[in-house]
């Protein structure tokens, strides 16, 4: 496709539900990156995938979040028992391979999935 | 670790004028990209414009240009003939030069930017 989409844009999940968001990056972007953005602030690291590989998950918040990228293309964030606090907007933005001469290295970003735990 | 401080939640500007986003950051990283990204009410986040901290002339991408301070740990966004189209919620942020996993973006808590007509 020509960008990076999400789906649902929209999520309204009672507390204790299970949710998955999907991510479809730019095609031939090997990079995808999950960001989690809090009413009023910046967007904070979750995971990042190379490829199939999830290289960093050091920003996951609990183990009840979980993500997959198993053909190295679509991603799916999946968040078991959801909380409040979970209520965010959970950004996908993927990117080039890296390459200093000729490559992109911004991240290009979806819209979003606005998910609303109640 | 890193850390990217946008000081003005908010600002506004008249449409015509020059308005101009402060960042600062903190690193101990000596080569890096620093960007800034817009989020208009759609939630997309959109590459206004990066800057390579090896490189010591500044970034311009038409009305927008940056004035990078390497030294003081600045760098600011100059949005000049501010368009009502520019009105956004404005992110800076940081990333070290990749070596090995390491590619995430740092980002500021944003500067919420009204254009006047």
């Known amino acids: 496709g020509a960008g990076v989409s999400q789906s649902p844009r929209y999520k309204v999940a009672k507390r204790g539900q299970d949710v998955a968001l999907r991510c479809d990056p730019i095609?031939?972007?090997?990079?995808l990156f999950w960001y989690q953005q809090a009413l009023g602030q910046g967007p904070e690291f979750l995971t990042y995938?190379?490829?199939?590989?999830?290289?960093?998950k050091s920003g996951l918040p609990s183990d009840r979040f979980f993500a997959e990228r198993p053909e190295g293309s679509v991603s799916t964030l999946k968040i078991q028992r959801t909380q409040q606090e979970d209520s965010a907007v959970y950004l996908c933005?993927?990117?080039?391979?890296?390459?200093?001469?000729?490559?992109?290295?911004?991240?290009?970003f979806g819209q979003g999935t606005r998910l609303t735990v109640v | 670790a890193q850390t990217v401080t946008q000081s003005q939640p908010e600002m506004s500007v008249q449409e015509a004028e020059t308005v101009t986003l402060s960042c600062t950051y903190d690193?101990?990283?000596?080569?890096?990209?620093l960007f800034w990204y817009k989020q208009p009410p759609s939630r997309q986040m959109i590459l206004v414009i990066r800057q390579e901290a090896y490189k010591q002339q500044n970034a311009t991408e038409n009305r927008f240009s940056v004035n990078f301070q390497k030294a003081a740990k600045s760098f600011s966004l100059k949005i000049s003939d501010s368009q009502l189209g520019d009105t956004a919620m404005y992110f800076c942020a940081f990333m070290p030069l990749p070596s090995g996993s390491a590619r995430q973006l740092t980002f500021g808590s944003g500067t919420q930017l009204t254009v006047l007509p």
């Open positions: 690193t101990s990283e000596n080569n890096y990209y």
């Open positions: 995938f190379q490829n199939e590989a999830q290289l960093d």
């Open positions: 095609s031939g972007h090997v990079s």
């Open positions: 933005a993927s990117s080039s391979p890296w390459d200093r001469g000729l490559g992109s290295v911004a991240a290009f």
